[in-house]
């Protein structure tokens, strides 16, 4: 059972970039997915969630109107697009997977979720 991050990088102020996260050795049907990013010196924190039904929840305010969420469950892969990003994007970031029953259910609590990525690295110059 493995979660991959990827699609990190290196790039500048207003730039875009779309993080993946694929899993092997379970079905992402059944779970749900947040996405959680940890800058230098900092606690990790949640940035975003989607539901098994595709819901979304965004957990940090700051990246709502840039970043967006898709999951595509024949390519057992969660997508998260960000937009014009901001130096203090910077973080690695990490997708997690949280089975859940409910289709609508998002958390933003990284105690309940169940497997986790290695994480991938963002840097966004100024």
């Known amino acids: 059972v493995q979660l991959q991050a990827s699609g990190g990088g290196l790039v500048r102020r207003g730039d875009s970039l779309r993080l993946s996260c694929t899993a092997s050795?379970?079905?992402?049907?059944?779970?749900?997915i947040g996405w959680f990013r940890q800058a230098p010196g900092m606690e990790r924190e949640g940035v975003i969630c989607?539901?098994?039904?595709?819901?979304?929840?965004y957990y940090a305010n700051s990246v709502k109107g840039r970043f967006t969420i898709s999951r595509d469950n024949s390519k057992n892969t969660v997508y998260l697009q960000m937009n014009n990003l901001k130096p203090e994007d910077t973080a690695v970031y990490y997708c997690?997977?949280?089975?859940?029953?409910?289709?609508?259910?998002?958390?933003?609590?990284?105690?309940?979720?169940?497997?986790w990525g290695r994480g991938t690295k963002v840097t966004v110059s100024s």
């Open positions: 989607i539901s098994r039904n595709s819901g979304t929840a």
């Open positions: 997690a997977a949280e089975k859940t029953i409910l289709p609508y259910y998002c958390a933003g609590v990284e105690t309940n979720y169940e497997y």
């Open positions: 050795g379970f079905s992402m049907d059944n779970y749900l």
